[in-house]
């Protein structure tokens, strides 16, 4: 089974350049280990899901823009994080307050082409 995702798990964006951490704003009463349990509600920008360094993906404007600048040379800009859906799929049997409890296996989509998944939950309490 899947482990549960808690506040300072570790997350990847395929398009970023750094590591970064998750929030649960979602839920304040459930937790693992003593840290709130995310759901796959917590996806928002910034309140949930931190910046990955810079991006590399050409679909974001602002890569797109500096690259051109640049000759066509890749050039990365900050991270600004652009999930509009939650993660998917979470849990299959665990909900917190009604919703689908968010476990490792999880991805999650930046409309700059980036998929962010889950390399460490923060937690070893298994759920599914």
Do not use: H
Request: aromatic share 4%; charged share 10%; glycine share 8%.
């Amino acid at each position: 089974m899947p482990n549960l995702v808690v506040t300072g798990a570790m997350l990847r964006c395929s398009q970023g350049a750094a590591p970064s951490t998750l929030t649960v704003t979602s839920n304040t009463a459930s937790s693992a280990g003593e840290k709130p349990a995310a759901t796959v509600d917590d996806y928002q920008p910034f309140a949930n899901i931190a910046a990955f360094g810079v991006c590399r993906a050409m679909a974001n404007p602002q890569v797109a823009a500096a690259t051109s600048a640049a000759n066509g040379v890749l050039t990365p800009q900050p991270c600004v994080p652009v999930t509009t859906a939650p993660w998917s799929p979470g849990a299959s049997i665990v909900t917190i307050d009604g919703k689908k409890a968010l476990t490792v296996g999880a991805t999650c989509s930046c409309s700059w082409t980036g998929t962010i998944e889950i390399t460490e939950a923060g937690s070893t309490v298994s759920a599914d």
